[in-house]
């Protein structure tokens, strides 16, 4: 299964006062739903960003399977080891649902009659019924965009899954059936799945809950 460790990482914005992310040093590995709950301003996205290998830190290490991100294509990692899932869905408007999630299959060299039988596949498995996939994503509810979003970030093959916010411009309901995608992709397909997250349904579907105050990051105790 993948892991994501980060060892004593920092991370200063230029001409900024403080570090937005301090001396942290943990560990995400595949098989659990991780929530990385905080005030806004608290360097939760930055740590994201950080793992996602869109910015280097100012010190430390962030290593993916025992390997730095420092030594490694950062364009390939991104396209083959981690897929983030945004907030505001960051579908293609112009691309029909099924190419979209098409898309970054055939990033990578997939065939295209290939990529649209796999990409029917992860549709199906977020929910999303045939009839839905030649839509443009204007076409779609919120809910059903984000769980387009998820499709298309598990079509590169990634096994990290980063979220930022993913329930945030959705009602409790999608929000709901959102969480329970990951959680299954997690606990049933052995995914490592990181979430930020203000949302406390999803720290109490985690299976580990990290809290960050002002670049700090701490593990919280669940029952």
């Given at each position: 299964?993948p892991e994501?460790?980060?060892e004593?990482v920092?991370?200063?914005y230029?001409?900024?006062?403080?570090?937005?992310?301090?001396?942290v040093?943990?560990?995400?590995?595949g098989?659990q739903?991780?929530?990385?709950v905080?005030?806004?301003?608290?360097?939760?996205?930055?740590l994201?960003?950080?793992?996602?290998?869109?910015d280097?830190p100012?010190?430390?290490r962030?290593?993916?399977?025992?390997?730095?991100?420092?030594?490694?294509?950062?364009?390939?990692?991104?396209?083959?080891k981690?897929?983030?899932i945004?907030?505001?869905?960051?579908?293609?408007?112009?691309?029909?649902?099924?190419?979209?999630?098409?898309?970054?299959?055939?990033?990578?060299?997939?065939?295209?009659?290939?990529?649209?039988?796999?990409?029917?596949?992860?549709?199906a498995?977020?929910?999303?019924?045939?009839?839905k996939?030649?839509?443009?994503?204007a076409?779609?509810?919120?809910?059903?965009q984000?769980?387009?979003?998820?499709?298309?970030a598990?079509?590169?093959g990634a096994?990290v899954?980063?979220a930022?916010e993913?329930?945030?411009?959705?009602?409790?309901?999608?929000?709901?059936?959102?969480?329970?995608?990951?959680?299954?992709?997690?606990?049933?397909e052995?995914?490592?799945?990181?979430?930020?997250?203000?949302?406390?349904?999803?720290?109490?579907?985690?299976?580990?809950?990290?809290?960050?105050?002002?670049?700090t990051?701490?593990?919280?105790?669940?029952?």
């Amino acid at each position: 299964m993948p892991e994501l460790r980060l060892e004593n990482v920092s991370y200063r914005y230029k001409n900024a006062d403080r570090l937005a992310v301090n001396d942290v040093t943990c560990s995400f590995r595949g098989g659990q739903v991780y929530a990385v709950v905080g005030p806004s301003g608290s360097g939760k996205t930055t740590l994201l960003s950080l793992m996602a290998g869109l910015d280097k830190p100012s010190a430390g290490r962030v290593l993916f399977d025992g390997e730095d991100l420092a030594t490694m294509d950062l364009d390939r990692y991104r396209r083959e080891k981690v897929s983030m899932i945004f907030q505001a869905f960051h579908l293609f408007p112009l691309l029909t649902v099924l190419e979209n999630v098409c898309f970054p299959m055939e990033l990578n060299g997939v065939p295209e009659e290939d990529a649209r039988v796999r990409a029917r596949e992860l549709l199906a498995a977020v929910g999303i019924e045939e009839e839905k996939h030649g839509r443009f994503p204007a076409n779609l509810s919120g809910g059903e965009q984000q769980r387009v979003a998820i499709a298309r970030a598990l079509a590169s093959g990634a096994r990290v899954l980063l979220a930022d916010e993913p329930t945030g411009n959705l009602d409790v309901a999608n929000g709901q059936r959102v969480i329970e995608i990951l959680s299954r992709l997690a606990h049933e397909e052995g995914y490592c799945v990181v979430v930020v997250t203000h949302n406390l349904a999803i720290a109490d579907a985690a299976d580990k809950v990290w809290r960050m105050t002002d670049g700090t990051l701490r593990e919280v105790e669940t029952a």
